[in-house]
């Protein structure tokens, strides 16, 4: 194989390398403001709840402050009444009395339904704060997963872009000028493998006269369709991973 050819290859792949890098280092930051709303909305949840307990158990103390007022004005009837001179004024007094029993026994049922209702603010309260405290931990733990595959991948990006300044030190200037060119034009990728006489990447058929030119390897040719410079693999080297 033409060495220039044999370079672009493990440069193609070094570059592919580093892109990918780079690529999923840029997302790690989304990743972690995905676990920030995450976290922030789990504790949204808990505070959401906090607030509805606290206005339940505010809601009680109103209630028990009304109970009170309503009891004080009934003792206060029940001493009136002691007092009373004619039939009338007995009988709209056990009114009065009448109604305050009532006011009592309807506010009771109301405090009743509070203290319900807190039993069961506490249960969702509780059962939210151990699902924040679980996703403390996980995304916790998510985040160091993801620093440590940040430092590994800019390792991994460092290293390659190391290895690819030796290797372009290798190849000829003008063979580095046309893949310089061509990853530019097609987005990085530059160069690409050759199989049953199609190019893999732009799907195009070579001519038969190109596609024996490229098994040849002789020297550098390059896609009809989408000018990438092509390279073919024999059968028995077609797994073979080139490192």
């Not at 305050?100 to 509780?126: G, P, Y």
């Not at 985040?143 to 030190?169: F, I, V, Y």
């Amino acid at each position: 194989m033409n060495p220039d050819l044999q370079h672009l290859i493990r440069l193609q792949y070094l570059d592919t390398e580093i892109d990918a890098a780079r690529r999923r280092i840029a997302e790690i930051p989304g990743v972690q403001q995905a676990l920030d709303e995450r976290l922030a909305g789990q504790t949204a949840a808990v505070d959401a709840v906090k607030q509805r307990l606290a206005a339940s158990q505010t809601a009680r103390r109103e209630i028990e402050k009304d109970v009170a007022a309503i009891q004080t004005r009934l003792s206060k009837y029940k001493d009136q009444l002691m007092e009373v001179k004619t039939n009338k004024e007995y009988q709209a007094m056990q009114k009065e009395i009448a109604t305050a029993d009532a006011a009592v026994r309807s506010q009771e049922d109301r405090i009743l339904e509070r203290m319900e209702e807190a039993e069961t603010l506490a249960r969702e309260l509780k059962a939210a704060e151990a699902e924040l405290k679980r996703q403390q931990a996980e995304i916790a733990a998510e985040r160091k997963a993801l620093d440590a595959e940040a430092a590994a991948l800019e390792q991994t990006a460092d290293e390659r872009s190391s290895a690819r300044g030796e290797l372009s030190k290798q190849l000829s200037p003008a063979a580095l000028r046309l893949f310089e060119h061509v990853s530019k034009q097609r987005k990085g990728l530059a160069v690409a493998e050759v199989r049953d006489g199609v190019c893999t990447v732009c799907h195009v058929r070579l001519r038969p006269q190109v596609y024996n030119e490229v098994r040849r390897a002789e020297s550098l040719i390059q896609c009809e369709s989408c000018l990438r410079i092509l390279y073919f693999l024999p059968q028995n080297a077609a797994t073979t991973q080139i490192s």
